[in-house]
């Protein structure tokens, strides 16, 4: 029997044709990094399970045994995690339930640090059913990560947690009979419902079939302009090529020299503003990158949920004359990163010369928190902040334009659009799976290839800062 569950139901709202390859089963194999997020919601539940000790946990019992519990336990009046509830062809695992005089209090727990628009519906649809089966739902929760926890010893549950009342947003969803029914009717549908590329491809999350319909989009496509506004716009009006944009749209400076890159097929320079960017440089330059990892429950002390946590840098020191030093930090072992790695950044990082980085955002945030938790580096983290300057400047102006970067000023587009290098050959080629390799061989081992891990880590980081040093070399010859 095909059943509409809560996470089919959240599909639905976002695209008929994701619903139904989800229901058939059809979506890409997930990732490492999809299972990691999966693991971070269930450790933040364990720990809210601490709050309610006296409920029922059904977790771990199938399907038939969990529905013949829940109705005893309901019965009993128990605090239950993890009911479930099905009536005609709608089923639901409700994260908890709470018994009152008034009916049943419902609580979703969600590993996010704030309430997110989704998990309304998300709620709205387990109220319907339960309701369906003859519970009278009173009031809705939503339990979330409180972003300004710091651990300190033991978790604190009632600290790390935070339970917000949703009660009356969720009472204002009331089509949910007609959008089951509607959903249903894909579900059964022989063929996969028609491509619509629009802004839900995104909304509320990214959908996991992106890169099959993406894929259809002419190779220069709007979706690579800057301003997502114009560019859904044109999509909807079926213009897909940037070729194909009519006189008169409202388009940004940078769409502009993008439509110029493509019509010519050739570089777009700024070479006066490219020339500005290399004179304003300080040597010797400091390439430096991050790789960090985080977790929904912080691991470690002076940490909090989702805290960016740095275990690896890689640095090249060029002089003027272009000479090169390597210098690099991989953290060992299942501790805390960061105290080695400042101890070393510490050393490394003395000098005068500039700081080079690609988008400074990330590094400047990760370097604050860290004079933040260990005060006795606020100095020296504060000057080397002082002395970063951002290589993705000049791409982010568009002074450099490649077609190939595809709207994007990404290093990981603009390395091979400026030098012809790409992180394609490397075994990890991507920030996030370095961050869960990482995680998985070091902080929480379950990957047994740790060496070969480590190899390809160092190689990740080293081509992020190497390549930076190409990057300039190239912008030079430019001049
Ligand atoms: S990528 Fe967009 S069109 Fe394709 S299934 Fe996902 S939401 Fe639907």
Known sequence: MTLLTKSKYLNGLQCHRLLWHANKKLLPEITLSDEHKFSQGYE????????????????????K????????????????FEASFMIDDLFVRSDLIIPTKEGWDLYEIKSTSKAKPPHIPDLAFQKHVIEKCGLKINKCFLIYLNKDYVKNGEINSKELAIVEEVTEKVSLINDIEEKSKLFMDVINQDKSPEMHISMYCNKPYDCPLKKNCWATLPENNVLQLTNWRVYWKLLEEGIKDLEDIPQGTK????????IEAVKTNKVQVNKEKARLFLDDLNYPLFHFDFETFDTAVPIFDKSGPYQKMPFQYSLHIEQEDGAIEHKEFLAEGTKDPRFKLLDQMKTDLEGTGDIIVFNKSFEISVMKKLAEDFPEHKDWLEQAINRIVDLADPFRAFDYYNKSQKGSYSIKKVLPAITGKSYSELEINNGSDASMLYF????????????????????????DTEGMVWIIKKLKKIN
Do not use: W
Request: proline share 3%; hydrophobic share 30%; net charge positive.
């Open 44 to 63: 933040f539940e364990e720990y809210v399970k601490k709050l309610y000790p006296d409920a029922k946990d059904l977790k771990g019992l199938d399907f």
């Open 440 to 463: 998985y061989s070091h902080i929480k081992p379950k990957l047994e290839n740790k060496e070969e891990i480590r190899k390809n880590l160092l190689k990740y980081c080293g081509l």
């Open 65 to 80: 045994e969990n529905l013949i519990k829940t109705k005893q336990l309901i019965e009993q009046s128990n605090t239950i």
């Open 251 to 258: 388009l940004s400076e940078k769409d502009k020299i993008m």
